[in-house]
Each structure stands twice: as structure tokens, then as C-alpha cells.
């Protein structure tokens, strides 16, 4: 039997991107995936927690202590710039996920100073899907659960 992935999940703010890749992967994954969520904020962390991830933890000593837990971290993009999130993102909880060894996909969502070239803008669900199907092609994951989340 092959070993699932540890996924790791960042978000800020309200923590709703992160709630809605929790989602899926939950639906597309099988449930024996772990996914650790980490929050810049309590709101953030509860909100993904809500959408039936393994484990969370809040703030940047949780990120500097744990990320390395994970062998994949799904974020936006924002994750790995200092200041994001309108200042919650500190920049040692950038650094640390950026230096984390684990592989990164990145979603190419907006920060208001930075801007992606070489992709094209899509929707949230949309990127969601093509980040999906790395994951799996990552971890030669075949099985489509599809459950009512």
C-alpha cells in the first residue's frame, strides 16, 4: 500500500480559500489523506477546520514548528509573500513556508502589488482542479472519492 500525502492548507483572513481547497480535496482524495491547516488567525484555522481537515493550528510559531509535517502545501500564492493578507502573514511565517521541504502549489490568486505572468486568470474552482490533478499525479493517487462534503 502506498503512502498517502501529508497536505498542508494556509489561509488567512476569513480562512474561505483555504475552507474551499479542504473541501475538495476531501471530495476527490481519499479520507485517509491527512490535511493539517494553518491559519494566520483563528477565524482562518476554525473556518478550515469546518471543512474536515485532520489537525490545525493558528499563528507563526504553529507554521515555523509544524509545516515541515507536510509533504505538500496547497496555498495561495500569497502564502509565500511577507505581509500578505493585509499584514496577518508575518514575513517569518513566509520564510518558513517558503524554506519548507515539502512541494509547494501555488495558486495564482490576487495580491494587490503582485502580478502573475505566464498564466491566465481563472477562477478559484478552476485551479483548484489543475491543482488536484498534480497532487494526484504527484502521488500516483488514482481513486475519485467524489463524497457529499
Known amino acids: 500500500m502506498k503512502k498517502l500525502p501529508v497536505i498542508a492548507v494556509v489561509d488567512g483572513m476569513g480562512g474561505n480559500i483555504g475552507h474551499q481547497i479542504v473541501s475538495q480535496i476531501r471530495r476527490e482524495l481519499p479520507e485517509d489523506v491527512e490535511i493539517l491547516v494553518f491559519g494566520t488567525n483563528s477565524a482562518a484555522t476554525a473556518n478550515m477546520m469546518r471543512a474536515r481537515a485532520s489537525r490545525g493550528a493558528t499563528g507563526e510559531n504553529a507554521i515555523r514548528v509544524s509545516i515541515d509535517q507536510a509533504d505538500v502545501?496547497?496555498?495561495?500564492?500569497?502564502?509565500?509573500?511577507?505581509?500578505?493578507?493585509?499584514?496577518?502573514?508575518?514575513?517569518?511565517?513566509?520564510?518558513?513556508?517558503?524554506?519548507?521541504?515539502?512541494?509547494?502549489?501555488?495558486?495564482?490568486?490576487?495580491?494587490?502589488?503582485?502580478?502573475?505572468?505566464?498564466?491566465?486568470r481563472q477562477p478559484l474552482p478552476h485551479l483548484m482542479d489543475e491543482a488536484l490533478a498534480r497532487l494526484k499525479k504527484m502521488f500516483d493517487i488514482e481513486e475519485e472519492v467524489k463524497a457529499d462534503v
Open 73 to 120: 502545501i496547497l496555498a495561495p500564492a500569497s502564502a509565500v509573500i511577507p505581509n500578505s493578507y493585509m499584514g496577518e502573514l508575518t514575513p517569518g511565517m513566509a520564510g518558513a513556508i517558503a524554506a519548507a521541504r515539502a512541494q509547494k502549489i501555488l495558486l495564482p490568486l490576487g495580491h494587490p502589488r503582485t502580478h502573475f505572468v505566464g498564466t491566465s
